[in-house]
């Protein structure tokens, strides 16, 4: 029983069906009399449709149906609007918002987006017939840059939304800062871009919708990241059907990332296909349509100000902020570059005073919506790059102007300037714990080592603290089967990260019961009455309190059943090691036992009936949790070449209560991973003329793979619990995108120093590094 | 993909029997290119003839001086290859390092050099040792065999068989590779031969061509530092998102150095 326990490594549960290839992602599945529907997307950034002839198409062999602008108008379907947490400008009226339909109406503005369905027989019939598909596009001047777009005399994206304006923001004591910025001794800035990134899950974006006409009901399966919100969507929003008429599934799904969480266009073309046509369509992106039409995430430009004391103690941060969104507000895009970006500026850092502004402008591009963290990797990287620019340009010592401006424990309970609620936490004690780690006292020798063969070497250290989001309730349910199955339903979901093994573990360890009994479900709107999917790194925090308290719900009914088979008081009974056991007389009745006399009348007490212990709960949270942690690198810097290579990485990560270390340090290489991607890599460009995307395949867009990636070590800080929740977590899944990014391009600036290079803008390619140095000397 | 015909000869005269049958017929290696190409429906060939059945374009020899390699032969069969390691151990490392491993057990010798990437790795090897490209119809000269971005001497039902190599005295290859493609965004293949220095560079111009004016510095000196101040001008580089035409020059230089370093 203990090696199922709460804070035991298992190896994942579903391990092996994804490892053998016997998962189930929407390609895996068929439906009897299934068709196939391709998405007919826009070859122009921005582009008036003038006239689609769909006649000689809809005449090809197998065609069934052609979707345009003009049906979708003509059905009445209604828009998607966005969800953002932030619905206003600062003056207090409501952001900008064009409509959402799920197809280009009229124009298209941006290179991908649906401007029409081609359903038929078969995939290819139906590629065939989009290629065929005759369209009259009268092009129109674009506008890829949200500073540009944003400029007097820009290509103008919508004719009621004056210069490409969805909104501005505000938060933090504007006056306050401006005080300390005039008082203070320094004052650094910096420009400081957040590069345009996207997600590039394994499994790209594709779902199958069916129809019975005789029900009315619709089925969707979908590789999603959040079957309730998008049910609200299609069926609330556009196809104006109660929800329950729409079933909405997610299989297995091949990564999300934050990519997967909205409602998109497709899934709803699909259900009107398969109403239609009357048949199962089913619809898959390519690879080169997920970059075109996957949404992206980061790009944001902002200016960084910091202002501090002679001693170097902190005393204000000011960050303006320009964000890029796509055409459309999608179902949270305006939220990142606003609150997204600002909740967690600052840090971990003992800041009296912070103001964050921003400005988000509609472009020619993909949508923007949430990517690994939204806004609070943005918000790390602009809080340590400037405190690093500040060291550098000073003349401090950066890893001790860090440590003396960290918040101590003393400070808190407090909220931050920008109003973050930080409960918990031991920041210098993380920080400490990973400078310790990192093996400072043989960091000569290894400089050394490096340049004998030519290359510098550099060390940074990137402490951060963010925080959770997302839908703050969720769902358990526990059901008990005869056969002694249990089945654990709940309304979070997994695109990856181990769900199926981590619930079942919480639930088997507090019910005392057998790891492998237990069934896990997620992703379904039926299985589940609510369900706030994925993202914000929620699970733990949100659902992994909703199973743990199921089961405390069990457990005290359970009690009931065991003081009524003892002959006890319930007051007496106590519930441990999987057994419950009246105190004073020493009886005691296993859980399987009471489990299975649950099912019997006449075991019951008078008041409980047969199957009484199937559990279905609520949790909510009432406060977002405070993930931090301390990250480090080491990397060498080629000076020739400008290459680099991040040598060495470690991590001391403060995710509270840790409920599976092997999930948990999954969950840190992979953010590390993404992270090392933005910092060294990756990078989503646009032609800034013609608005076409010039990183549409993996051939351009760089993604880190194995061998680019360092030995990771990696430790938990246990020491400092959160009794924001009764499970005592704060979230692991984004931490690795709000460390690594920092970590990683200040070491390389500390590898540069001597050359005299102060900043480098992400992505840290070897010919901007290489460029940085040759301008340094 | 389009529709096409599929075909797999077993032999030279198979194939060519079929090529001159069909339409518009493109041969298929290891379809590392082409593949690709027809899946993004950039080609629309009426036949495919794979050319993986066919005998006499696999097997590789070493001997005499002489590295022989069959067209089909795929990069890890090189790159693994105990005979090569020991007659071009060059040779055997440049495989290694094309792309991925999907790529280096799929992907042929004949198949890069018919393509004629601009950023592929072989070509540099070719042309850097002086090899010799067998084909249906004649034996080609490296220096004559790769004519401009994508073309060759190759006519269009003209095969190569195999490619032959003569062992230099020495030689090595240095590599950057791009991040995303793992091609060349520039490699430079420095060989000591009995006919000379040769310095061969990919991945930086619009073909794989030599720098005479590092070969006569090195022909005077063979050392790194023979080639300070010798640079190949940028406007005849390429230039894209992952490198201007400035830093491929730069890069030509630094690889061209290591390349020497590395020959020992």
Known sequence: MEKFGIGQGIRRHEDFRFLSGKGTYIDDITHDGMVHAVVVRSPHAHAKIVAIEAQSAMAMPGVLLIVTGEDWTREGFGTMPTKSAVQKKIDGTPLNQPPRHALAIDTARYVGEPVALVVAETEMQAVDAAEALDIDYDELDAVVDPVKALAPGAPQLWDDIPGNFCLDFELGDKDGTQAAFASADHVVSLAIENNRVTAVPLETRGAIASYDPETENYLLENATQNVHANRATFAGDVLNIPEEQLHHIAPDVGGGFGAKNSAYGEPALILYAAKRTGRPVKWINQRGESFLSDTHGRGQLSTVELALDKDGTFRALRTSTIGGIGCYCWTVGPFTPSGGAARTQGGPYNFPAMYYSSKVAFTNTAPMDPYRGAGRPEASFQTERIIDYAARTLGFDPVELRRRNLMTPDMLPRKTPMGLDVDSGNFPEVFDRTLAMSDRAGYRARVAASAEKGIRRGFAIAPYMECTGGGPKEFAGVDFGRDGTVTLRVGSQSTGMGHETSMPQILAAELGIDFDRVTYVQGDTEATPIGGGHGGSRNLEVGGNAVLQAAREITAKGKRIAAHLLNSNEDDIDFADGAFKDVKTGQSIAMDDVIEASFETGRLPEAMDPGCLDTGTVYEREIITIPNGCHAAEVEVDPETGAVRVERFWAVDDFGKIINPLLADGQVMGGVAQGLGQALLEEIVYDEDSGQLLTGSLMDYALPRADDLPEMKIAYFEDAPTAKNPLGVKGAGEAGCCGAPPAIVNAVIDALAPDGVRHIEMPLTPEKVWRAIASAR | ?264
């Open chain 2, 1 to 264: 993909m389009y529709e096409f015909q599929y075909h797999r000869p077993e032999s030279l005269d198979e194939a060519a029997k079929i090529f001159a049958g069909a339409d518009d017929p493109k041969f298929l290696a290891g379809g590392m290119t082409m593949i690709p190409v027809m899946k993004q429906r950039l080609a629309m060939p009426s036949d495919i003839i794979d050319l993986s059945r066919i005998g006499e374009l696999t097997g590789l020899s070493a001997g005499a001086g002489m590295v022989t390699i069959g067209a089909m032969t795929p990069h890890a069969e090189v790159a693994g290859s105990k005979e090569v390691e020991k007659a071009i151990p060059a040779l055997a490392a440049l495989a290694g390092g094309i792309g991925d491993p999907a790529v280096r057990n799929r992907g042929t010798i004949g198949g890069s050099i018919a393509n004629n990437d601009p950023s592929a790795d072989y070509p540099a090897a070719v042309l850097g040792l002086n090899a010799t490209v067998h084909t249906t119809a004649r034996d080609i000269a490296a220096d004559a065999f790769f004519t401009d971005m994508f073309e060759t001497a190759l006519e269009d039902d003209e095969l190569i068989t195999r490619v032959s190599f003569p062992a230099p005295e020495k030689a090595a290859y240095a590599k950057f590779a791009n991040p995303a493609s793992r091609y060349a965004t520039a490699g430079v293949f420095v060989a000591k031969t009995a006919t000379g220095i040769r310095v061969a560079v990919t991945g930086a111009g619009a073909c794989v061509f030599r720098v005479e004016a590092m070969e006569q510095a090195l022909s005077k000196d063979f050392s790194p530092g023979a080639l300070d101040g010798i640079a190949v001008p940028a406007d005849e580089l390429n230039a894209d998102i992952h490198a201007s035409a400035e830093y491929r020059s730069h890069l030509i230089g630094v690889l061209a150095r290591r390349a020497v370093l590395q020959t020992g």
